[in-house]
């Protein structure tokens, strides 16, 4: 999985801001409303602790800055631990944090210490993105295509299956196509005999993974991929809505998906 990079995380809230006028114009609805309607949740009082993680590659600047960010952004006060790791973990808890939120490289998880739900970040930037992928308003049938099966894209695929849409998924990876078919009932989309799809869910670290032959006119790509998926010319062609921020719609579903 990609590492995020201090510059990834600049602008971090304007970057939203532009999002969120896609999504709604998009599916009627901005972030918060989608989050509260997919996980029944609103935000309450609870207390942020944010919790700098050493571990691997170490601390990402801009990173525990961010999260407290989009933490206020949601409306919940926040802190970011003075020390790192065990001793942070024990000051969030010490300074009353209900909710921890702490990243190394490989999980970045939300833990509600109140009603002990946890979530990953891997799993609801999947549902999430997909989700909003699924609520095009101009979409022009239940086929939604999904590229990229590793944590998040099979998250986003299983999510878009529970909720009854014909799921089409593509990923280089045999052994991610054939679980997805196999666990989930994707149907595998032939890149090679393409479809055009009016909602596509993108999930990989790569860029440049959807082509025109994907592509419906007027459609709407939902991606939480660096970098983006989508070549900058097809954007305007195609009058599509991109949806593609780095970090503050998959950490307020995880918000949501604790509260
Ligand atoms: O960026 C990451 C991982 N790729 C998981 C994110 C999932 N999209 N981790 C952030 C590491 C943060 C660092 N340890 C810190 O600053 O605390």
Not at 177 to 196: Q, S, T, Y
């Amino acid at each position: 999985m990609a590492l995020l990079t201090p510059e990834d995380l600049e602008d971090l809230l304007n970057k939203l801001n532009a999002n969120n006028d896609i999504i709604k114009g998009a599916t009627g609805e901005d972030i918060s409303q989608i989050c509260e309607e997919a996980y029944g949740t609103k935000p309450g009082n609870q207390k942020v602790g944010i919790v700098p993680i050493t571990a691997g590659n170490g601390i990402i600047g801009n990173f525990s800055a961010s999260l407290l960010a989009i933490t206020e952004y949601f409306g919940l006060e926040g802190f970011i631990t003075e020390h790192p790791d065990m001793t942070g973990y024990y000051e969030a808890v010490a300074g009353g944090a209900d909710i921890i939120l702490m990243a190394d490289d490989h999980i970045f998880i939300a833990h509600n210490l109140s009603n002990g739900k946890i979530a990953t970040n891997h799993i609801c930037t999947g549902v999430i993105y997909s989700e909003i992928a699924s609520r095009y308003k101009h979409a022009d049938s239940k086929d939604v295509l999904v590229i990229g099966l590793g944590r998040v894209g099979y998250a986003g695929a299983s999510h878009l299956v529970k909720k009854g849409f014909n799921v089409y998924a593509c990923d280089p990876n045999t052994e991610f196509m054939n679980k997805a078919i196999e666990e989930l009932g994707v149907n595998a989309f032939d890149i090679e005999k393409p479809r055009k799809f009016s909602m596509v869910f993108e999930a990989t670290p790569n860029a440049n993974t959807i082509s025109e032959g994907m592509i419906a006119e007027r459609c709407l790509v939902s991606t939480p991929g660096i970098p983006c998926a989508l070549p900058d010319d097809l954007v305007e062609k195609y009058d599509i809505d991109l949806v593609m921020e780095p970090l503050v719609i998959g950490v307020a579903a995880m918000l949501y998906s604790i509260f």
